[in-house]
């Protein structure tokens, strides 16, 4: 990440080396739960439609917990690993169907799910062609979502603390469904990353316009 952009690096080989990275993917239905992600098809699906990410779903809706990274590695593993033969990135997208209140209300889950990262940029050390999305969505009051961003934060830092020297694109998004309109409100002045190799994302519904995207 240099400045607004998201760029290739100096010693790149398979793109443009330091160039603004332009990704993009494609919605494919095996990828949307483990393991049901892990197929040669689906990656030959995405490159053949000349994209480059794709998006496995790390955590099945469940109560979340140390087995959870087991479950990734033994199935989310060979699909990373399919996608770098296709020269695709991974987004690995934490996705849980709660909103995210018992990441800031149960002390233990908060600890599941940071050691879930932790485990994952392990595993993940030296590897450039994955990326980090730490909560798909999350939708919360005003004060709870001000501890949960500061959780956010601290979860970053303990991924980089078990990172090597190469860092990881990490992503997240704002509050509410992580729609445009709530960006500044959610992130404006707050930097969650000291190595400042975080992006923010947005996905807009039926909240926003074209016009309104473009603006926010």
């Not at 209140?101 to 940029?121: I, N, Y």
């Not at 005003?142 to 979860?155: H, S, V």
Request: with cysteine; charged share 25%; hydrophobic share 35%.
């Amino acid at each position: 990440v240099v400045g607004k952009e998201i760029r290739t690096s100096p010693g790149a080989v398979y793109y443009p080396a330091d160039r603004v990275f332009l990704g993009m993917g494609v919605a494919h239905p095996r990828t949307s739960q483990l393991p049901h992600g892990s197929d040669a098809a689906v990656a030959r699906f995405v490159r053949e439609r000349h994209c480059n990410i794709l998006r496995i779903t790390t955590h099945p809706p469940g109560e979340g917990g140390p087995a959870d990274v087991d479950k990734f590695i033994a199935f989310g593993d060979e699909q990373v690993r399919i996608c770098k033969a296709h020269r695709i990135y991974s987004i690995l997208d934490w996705y849980h169907r709660s909103g995210y209140r018992s990441l800031v209300e149960d002390e233990k889950q908060f600890r599941a799910w940071k050691d879930f990262w932790v485990r994952v940029a392990g595993f993940y050390r030296d590897d450039p062609w994955v990326i980090f999305e730490l909560l798909n969505e999350p939708v919360l009051d005003g004060e709870e979502w001000l501890k949960l961003r500061g959780r956010i934060a601290d979860c970053i830092r303990a991924i980089r603390k078990a990172e090597g020297p190469r860092k990881h694109l990490v992503l997240v998004g704002g509050n509410r469904w992580c729609n445009s309109s709530h960006i500044n409100e959610s992130w404006d002045g707050f930097h969650p990353d000291p190595a400042r190799m975080t992006a923010i994302v947005f996905h807009d519904y039926s909240e926003s316009t074209p016009d309104r995207t473009a603006q926010n």
